[in-house]
């Protein structure tokens, strides 16, 4: 296609991967937080939301340009699995056992088949 560049494929990954990183944050980052108000988590996890939908839109939106819908969820589920591994390993102290890594590598191989013509 004439006008698609690397970086049309490029930005909506860099944005799917930052609005992945809030995204962690507002559903699980309370979770260090348990005496925490429940009321209050919620409303702090609406906050990160916010920022994470600033990105997650444009991201699909510009990603619609050069990947099929399905594809872009694919992209966004592999993200999904390697953000929130390196957060409950680094911010929660809970890193995944190797059923976790397995069960995320089944994962991985489905979202490739979304690319498969």
Known sequence: MPGISFTSYLY???????S??????????????????????ILASWGIAFFEYCLQVPGNRLGSAVYSAPQLKGIQEVI????????????LGQPLKWNHWAAFALILVA????FKE
């Open 80 to 91: 999904t699995l390697l953000v929130f591994a390196g957060f409950s390993a680094l911010y």
């Open 12 to 18: 909506p990954v860099l944005l799917l991967i930052a």
């Open 20 to 41: 992945n990183i809030f995204m962690t944050f507002a559903w699980y980052g309370h979770l260090k937080y348990r005496s925490a108000p429940l009321l209050a988590v």
């Open 111 to 114: 979202a490739l088949l979304m």
